[in-house]
């Protein structure tokens, strides 16, 4: 499938659909009296019908593509005939431009493409061959995918039934923070997962995590949040680096206090070198070598943009309770089943690149949803999951390749600044989401708090609205979205919002405490790898010590 859009996605650019520059009076209208011109968009190599759209083309326009459907998108041509408006035909063409999409916005590299959206081709007079202007368009081509276990089912068709608000857990168990002194579980990583998961699956319909996934450079999906991979001690995007590197980047080498004697290297026992100490298993708490390990890595951090401008990084050691990162296939097997994903697909926008200052290419889009729908088809099973992304693109090919699993669109609502008109704000999401049959849209908590009236202009628009943002941290925000019946809220603090919204405290003042020491008689919700998550949440040693 070909889609293309006339005009630009991009709000920061005043490009014209159509700019026609100097045509003559003879060749423009059948009489004196008629100027009005039109543009009949149409395809060579491809079916679907020309589309005519009169001039000058409506600013909205490029919300609303023109689909065209082929066996070959390299044979594609794209033509743009400028057209007398009440000629009574189509055939009297006053100039035309032409597209071929095999050319016109190449590949780069293995399976890589630029960012850049708008392409431009001028338009040349019929019958003298002049430049008499010039058509600005964007286009994308979705490409079919199929996989043995991709069926429909009851429960991804009818999600919407839903009879609670359900808690997402974000990035897990929640944001880092570095206002907070204590120990946090990394972002991001198994043990937030499944703490998240321990602290709520009691109390909710569904327990959900969500989860982000980017493709590394040979194509393997990962959990990580941010683009920039700082921990590298450059600006690297996850896509320039392969799997092991990724995996293996958050990695310290200890640093001996002094080199060892040569009498240490003959006795074992004495022997304190970095080769020693590179064996010994990572501890999940905190010591004094973890200190140093989380010194070290904010010194090789300090240099890059993220941690210039946040002063931390969410998964650097010393602040945090660190894990290995992962990938979404460990992720699937290491989760248990009844642990819903929301997946939310991980692809920069231009402005988003030019944000991070990035360079404006990324992994080529069909390739990117197809390498993490045949994962989550090899792997998902029974498990509820639902896709999700900020990038409209990537929910247009997901709603088009699979019927199965729910998508929802997420959006700042006007919130910050952006550049695809589509993600502009709640309205154009609205908007998006039901022109492609997407489940619904996520919007920051913002406006939805401001207005919680607009929680029910989402839903009677036949749309699921789930919100997210730091507004979901404080309970009274939270009940203000419920009271009007929204769907799914995304927290940080997943215990908190879970007793403000179910009265917890007195299931929990029901059931005796579990403890942890002789003295210690605060309620145990759950472990990560044996260490107890507190109903206050607390995060404890195995000793009882308080982190957090």
């Known amino acids: 499938m070909v889609l293309v859009s006339l005009g630009t996605m991009d709000m920061r650019k005043d490009i014209a659909a159509v700019k026609l520059d100097n045509i003559p009076l003879a060749d423009a209208h059948v009489t004196q009296l008629d100027t009005a011109l039109s543009v009949v968009v149409s395809a060579s190599g491809a079916t679907g019908e020309p589309t005519v759209i009169d001039l000058p083309v409506q600013e909205n326009i490029s919300t609303d593509p023109i689909s065209f459907t082929t066996m070959d998108a390299t044979k594609v041509k794209l033509l743009f005939d400028i057209v007398p408006t009440y000629a009574g035909s189509n055939d009297r063409i006053v100039g035309r431009g032409v597209a071929l999409l095999s050319s016109i916005k190449p590949s780069i590299g293995s399976k890589r493409i630029t960012l850049q959206g708008d392409v431009s081709v001028p338009i040349v007079a019929a019958n003298t061959l002049e430049v008499i202007g010039s058509v600005n368009f964007n286009f994308l081509i979705i490409t079919p995918f199929s996989h043995p276990n991709m ?39 198994i043990q937030s997962f499944i703490a998240a998961a321990n602290l709520g699956a009691s109390y909710v319909e569904v327990s959900s995590t969500t989860t982000y996934v980017q493709l590394t450079k040979d194509l393997v999906p990962v959990i990580y949040h941010d683009f920039l991979v700082s921990e590298t001690g450059i600006d690297a995007p996850v896509h320039t680096l392969t799997l092991e590197q990724f995996l293996h980047v958050s990695d310290v080498t200890p640093r001996a206090s002094r080199p060892p004697t040569p009498d240490e290297f003959k006795d074992p026992k004495r022997r304190e070198g970095p080769a020693s100490l590179s064996k010994k298993h990572r501890s999940y708490s905190l010591g004094a070598s973890e200190e140093d390990r989380g010194s070290e890595m904010s010194e ?35 989760l248990p089943q009844e642990i819903g994903f929301n997946i939310e697909m991980k692809y920069p926008m231009l402005h988003e690149s030019e944000e991070h200052e990035m360079d ?29 992304s900020f990038n409209p693109d990537i929910c247009l090919l997901l709603s088009f390749k699979q ?17 695809d008109i589509r993600a502009s704000s709640l309205q154009e999401a609205i908007r998006f989401a039901s022109r492609w049959n997407l489940l619904g849209v996520v919007s920051a908590a913002e406006p939805l708090v401001s207005c919680p009236r607009l929680v029910k202009v989402v839903k009677e628009s036949g749309l699921v609205c789930v919100s997210y943002g730091t507004f979901n941290n404080d309970p009274k925000n939270v009940k203000l979205q419920v009271k009007e019946g929204i769907d799914a809220v995304i927290v940080d603090s997943v215990l908190a919002i879970r007793k403000g919204l179910t009265g917890s405290d007195a299931k929990a003042a029901a059931s005796p405490p579990q403890t942890n020491g002789a003295n210690d008689t605060r309620q145990v919700t759950g472990t990560v790898n044996g260490v107890p998550i507190y109903a206050n949440g607390s995060v404890g040693d195995i000793n009882g010590a308080i982190f957090s």
């Open 360 to 388: 404006t290419y990324a992994v080529e889009l069909n390739s990117f949803v197809d390498t993490v729908l045949t994962k989550v088809y090899d792997l998902g099973k029974k498990r509820n999951i639902i896709f999700s």
């Open 300 to 334: 090789r951090m300090k240099h890059t943009r993220d941690f210039k401008i946040k002063g931390f990084k969410g998964n650097s050691r010393g602040n945090f309770i660190q894990a290995p990162f992962t990938t979404l296939e460990e992720m699937f097997k290491k």
């Open 151 to 189: 069926t429909i089912t009851e429960n991804h068709t009818y999600w919407k039934q839903m009879t609670s608000t359900r808690i997402i857990g974000h990035r897990g168990l929640g944001k880092n923070n570095s206002a907070r002194k204590s120990l946090q579980l990394g972002e991001n990583t």
């Open 403 to 419: 019927p199965s699993i729910p998508i929802l669109f997420l959006t700042d609502a006007g919130t910050s600044p952006v550049g």
